[in-house]
């Protein structure tokens, strides 16, 4: 997490803000039922926020239409009068995405949860934004179907709140993310034109603009609908839990798996203080001597589980794995996963205050994230666990400290901000699944060049040319940068060092 | 990785001499065509304004098979890069054809084609990791990276895999790779069109491995492909003619690269006046009766017409089917893709402003008048 800088507001201060807020309810009153309008500070409190706690912001208004027709109409206008609007879902975001702008309208679209079809024969749903994840699921389970990105809140959180992240997942490596995973979208551009990106086919002519809209955190249009594809249930999973004496081994072990041609469903190590964190909380056995443990899910039939299993026993014990255990059935299996997907909720047990990063890096420069970060431990004298979707090279680093203890808190920042830094010169990236948000808005300076940011945001203005969607997310400006004062970082995509880029 | 993908010396001349053509385009407003092997300048609109090629910005910049992804630059071959791959037991999932030798990485993204395996593992679109690129105010940016996930900022190098050009010079990509799956079988059905495109559908929704499809002529030719003892078990219980594994790859390969019969006679009908379509359809679209010969694949999703029937007539009937049909081969009097709607044309030209202010690269590959 990156020192908080409050996000500018586009109009400027001189504008009143109790006349805009007087000026925007008339306008949209007109638009919407009463109840469908919020703009007392107790009824837009709850709305200050989403997952990412640390920022806030009351909105001028909290919109929750019903219908597509109402969305139009709220969108021209807010684009008549210049108002920014940030979209929500269940806002369980972990970047501040959905935080709200403080002369803008939060558009919820909590309202839009309807399955509008689940079809077997195409193997695909075709659902409204604010539909659950795990609701997807849920209804496509009869038909033997899944919908596969499985974001740790998938309980909670929505399809639109997924396409605006790109989230991932515990099975990403094989099954892919929202973007693999989305065919078509159908929503509104910032002036309230009814768009379609995407298709039923499996390319459109044109530019591919679904891989621009996916994962651009609600600056480029209003998505309403999604279809999702839907992916056969395999027959069986199972799980191996692998100890390791030593990270580095663990990391190498990974790598061992993935050059041995094997794709696992699933491959997630925790270090030995998240292990003893979330062993605490749900006792599942885990082994506590052990300095890293290897979640390896392996599904599919019967036949091609075995076999698959049988290889990466072999794998991870030429590896050094001081022990290895097999999921014997489906309560065994899940009870290996409960701890990994409680390290969020284990860890707050242990700490009053966390902070949970996201960065990515290559597989193989896991050990030396990990060591480095043990090092900051000491540097910021604050203690930190780790979950690792080791399978994708995306790293949960969690910053343990107390808000109410000294300036813990802005250790903590700075403990953040390092690790990025340091995952980017690694040859990664600040977020691999969370989104930029206004967490990330310094650490863009230090991933992108200032060209690289303009061009974003040129590319932002020609879907939004006003920048009213989401404005002061994702792309700092540039004075943001110059006081933060970090050099940005070349990548090691860039393989022309001899050129002049500053 | 920074440290590994140490670059080659002799780029720094390369590179610098693509900026200062694209700076004087640009300041001259000259139109540019980006070149690779020029395997595939029949494809799309056409071709406008001076060469520029590609063909030194050539070389694998990084491959760590255990990290699964290969970096590479736009000019390198694209038969160097699947040969590197293969040493290593790993592939492009998506198959991307190659009409002819010479073929070359950036001009594989540009287009942004798959093969066979399009419906079952993605097309380039979903490998993409990172990109750099030129952009038409000469400035040389990067976007993605080299690590399977990352939501940082727009995801402008997935965007242009299929771009044609029009955005900018791709001057190096990063692709995720895969390992060759283990097993393969190719199955062959005697079954009408009708009775292929159903079964195909039911199967779909089955945990089957199946990998590829083609429907012409009666036959119905499946490739099952994963772990030995997955294809083993479907090939039991789908049944059908199991086809000798030369002949099958050799099948999948005429197939990918358009030398299979069915494109040999295309080729014919289309240097005799016909253009050869390429439908692409929601998978559960009925057949089309259409006058001409049709071939299906991606289950129901890709089908190649070669017809002489007006392009209004086709076009309309793949439209209402829920697709869209472009003039592949052949005569392009209707232009070569299906036309936009009103929004998503306006933001065609907005992006095309914002990348290529001057409107120099590729102006008619893509979208006519961009």
Known sequence: ?502 | MAADAAPGTALGPALGQLVERVRSAQAARTALDIVGGGTKAFYGGPRQGEPLDLAELAGISSYEPSELVVTARAGTPLAELEATLAGKGQCLPFEPPRFAPGGTVGGMVAAGLAGPARASAGGVRDYMLGATLLNGRAEVLSFGGQVMKNVAGYDVSRLLAGSMGTLGVILEVSLKVLPVAPATTTLRFEIDETAALAQLNAWGGQPLPISASAVWNGILVLRLAGAAAAVRAAAVRLGGEVVEPDLAAAFWTGLRDQTDEYFVGAAKAVGSGATLWRLALPQTAPPLKLSGEQLVEWGGAQRWLVTTAPAAMIRDAVARAGGHASAFRGDKPEGAFAPLSAPLARIHRELKTAFDPERIFNRARLVADL
Not at chain 1, 63 to 69: K, N, Q, S, W
Not at chain 1, 377 to 388: G, I, Q, S
């Open chain 1, 1 to 502: 997490m990156n020192a908080p800088l409050p996000a500018s507001a586009t109009p400027g201060p001189t504008i009143d803000r109790n006349a805009r807020q007087a000026q925007v309810v008339a306008a949209l009153s007109a638009l919407l039922p009463a109840h469908a309008l919020l703009h007392r500070r107790e009824d837009t409190t709850p709305y200050e926020c989403d997952g990412l706690t640390a920022y806030r912001a009351t909105p001028l208004v909290v919109a929750l239409p019903e219908t597509e027709a109402q969305v139009a109409a709220l969108l021209e206008a807010c684009h008549a009068l210049e108002v920014p609007v940030v979209a929500r879902g269940a806002g369980t975001g972990l970047s501040g995405g959905a935080m709200p702008h403080a002369l803008g309208v939060t558009l919820s679209l909590a309202k839009f949860n309807r399955i509008v079809k689940v079809d077997l024969a195409s193997r695909t749903a075709v659902v409204q934004c604010g539909v659950r994840n795990l609701a997807i699921s849920e209804a496509a389970a009869p038909f033997g179907l899944y919908y596969a990105p499985d974001p740790s809140s998938q309980i909670a959180c929505t399809i639109g709140g997924n396409v605006a992240e790109n989230s991932g997942g515990v099975h990403c490596l094989k099954y892919g993310l929202t973007f693999h995973n989305v065919l078509k979208v159908r929503g509104f551009t910032v002036e309230g034109e009814a768009v379609e990106f995407g298709g039923d086919a499996l390319d459109t002519p044109g530019l591919d603009l679904l891989a621009a809209v996916i994962g651009s955190e609600g600056m480029l249009a209003i998505v309403t609908e999604v279809t999702v594809k839907l992916t056969p249930k395999p027959q069986l999973a199972r799980c191996i839990m692998a100890s390791f004496d030593d990270i580095r081994k663990a990391g190498d072990a990974v790598a061992a798996i993935i050059a041995a041609g094997i794709i696992p469903a699933g491959l997630e190590m925790m270090d030995k203080p998240m292990t003893a964190a979330v062993e605490d909380y749900v006792h599942a056995g885990y082994d506590l001597t052990a300095e890293a443990i290897l979640l390896c899910e392996s599904d599919g039939t019967p036949e091609e589980v075995a076999e698959e299993i049988e290889r990466m026993l072999e794998v991870l014990s030429g590896s050094g794995a001081t022990r290895m255990e097999v999921s014997k059935d489906e309560a065994q299996r899940l009870k290996f996963w409960s701890g990994r997907k409680n390290a969020f909720p284990a860890s707050g047990r242990i700490s009053p205050d966390y902070m949970c990063m996201d960065s990515t890096i290559p597989r193989k420069r896991l050990a030396d994230i990990l060591l480095a970060i043990q090092q900051m431990e000491t540097k910021y004298a604050l203690r930190c666990c780790n979950v690792f979707h080791a399978g994708d090279g995306n790293l949960h680093p969690l910053i343990l400290f107390d808000a109410n203890q000294g300036d813990q808190l802005h250790r903590a920042e700075l403990f953040g901000a390092d690790i990025l830094e340091t995952s980017v010169r690694l040859g990664g990236t600040i977020t691999g699944e969370h989104g930029v948000g206004v967490e990330k808005l310094s650490s863009m300076c230090v991933q992108f060049s200032p060209e690289e940011r303009a061009q974003m945001e040129a590319l932002k203005r020609a879907f939004d040319p006003k920048g009213l969607l989401n404005p002061g997310k994702v792309i700092p400006e540039l004075h943001r940068c110059a006081e933060y004062g970090k050099m940005h970082v070349k990548k090691g995509l860039l393989p022309f060092p001899q050129l002049e880029r500053f």
